[in-house]
């Protein structure tokens, strides 16, 4: 069963909360991803906070989610959020109570955080939202426990962002969590988001480091490399790749990725074996053949280094 992604989309939104999620996982998608995505709200017809309309909006009541599925809660102005009109939609609260107590996941970015806290289910809950409103958001609901300087929280099926950008992070974080490192990092690459973040503001993996550049060539060869380790690398092919003689190659490789192309591929060894460790199952002589090693000494040598 495809995982259902479900976009709550209140008035006054603002359009690229809504958009940077929405588009993370259209991209996943089109890359294979087995999700899905539905759009609903209190209102049929709608304007966002920049007066573009949004209509045929179904209402959140007739929307079927499963456990696993994600309920996705974009910022809208802060001043319709604190309304009294807006506060009155206690269905809309009590909805969303009941998809948390099934094990469906609550998402909120930037002011949406207020729509989850309003509801009761950010009480005795790490989260956060924009660093402008972290001290409101803790005033207003105290016993939330409100994280600043921070892009996102994470866990217990509630996950809250700071605003548009970090929204974008915490969406592809949650997509790594369903596929891969290397998937969210393909997904994050057609964006032309290659320096990803985590809620700290740090790498999350080794696919992502060495990645803050837009040589085309040099993002193919670093993803065959990627999705290759386990083969024999040969430099004269890697360069056929980017189109370039083995000089050219070597010379504009460490120039747009900062080390050397064995050093990558190192680099790439490691982060798997690292991941492979974490099957009992595998002998280390497995895992070397499995990321284009011989020995069990140079698995070893990687992990001093």
């Not at 940077?20 to 089109?30: F, R």
């Not at 209402?59 to 959020?81: A, E, L, Q, W």
């Not at 929280?153 to 997509?175: F, M, N, Q, R």
């Not at 974490?278 to 140079?298: F, H």
Request: hydrophobic residues 40%; proline residues 2%.
């Amino acid at each position: 069963m495809p995982v259902k992604f479900v976009f709550v989309i209140l008035p006054e939104v603002h359009l690229l909360d809504l958009a940077g999620a929405d588009q993370v996982i259209s991209e996943s998608i089109d890359f294979g991803a087995d999700f899905t995505i539905e759009y609903c709200g209190v209102e049929q017809t709608i304007q966002s906070s920049a007066g573009l309309g949004i209509n045929n909006l179904k209402h959140f009541s007739t929307v079927v989610c499963n456990p696993g599925d994600y309920i996705i809660i974009p910022g809208s102005r802060v001043k319709y959020i604190q309304s009294a009109a807006f506060k009155k939609h206690t269905d809309l609260f009590a909805w969303l109570q009941s998809a948390h107590a099934g094990s469906i996941n609550l998402v909120s970015i930037c002011v949406g955080a207020f729509v989850l806290a309003e509801a009761g289910i950010l009480d005795n809950r790490e989260c956060t939202t924009h660093f402008q409103l972290t001290r409101r958001l803790q005033e207003q609901y105290p016993l939330a426990k409100v994280k600043e300087h921070i892009l996102f929280t994470s866990g217990e099926h509630i996950h809250t962002s700071a605003g548009i950008a970090s929204g974008i992070d915490l969406v592809l974080h949650l997509v790594e969590t369903l596929t891969d490192g290397f998937f969210a990092h393909k997904v994050a690459r057609e964006l032309v988001i290659y320096n990803r973040r985590n809620s700290v503001a740090t790498q999350i993996t080794s696919y992502f480091n060495y990645r803050n550049h837009v040589h085309a060539g040099i993002h193919h060869v670093q993803d065959y490399i990627i999705e290759n380790i386990a083969a024999k690398l040969y430099l004269y092919q890697l360069a056929e790749l980017a189109n370039m003689s083995e000089r050219n190659f070597t010379r504009i490789f460490r120039k747009e990725v900062g080390i050397s192309v064995i050093e990558y591929i190192n680099t790439i060894r490691l982060e798997k074996i690292k991941e492979l460790m974490k099957a009992p199952d595998l002998s280390r002589k497995q895992i070397a053949s499995l990321v284009g090693l011989k020995t069990e000494k140079q698995i070893q040598r990687l992990l001093k280094k």
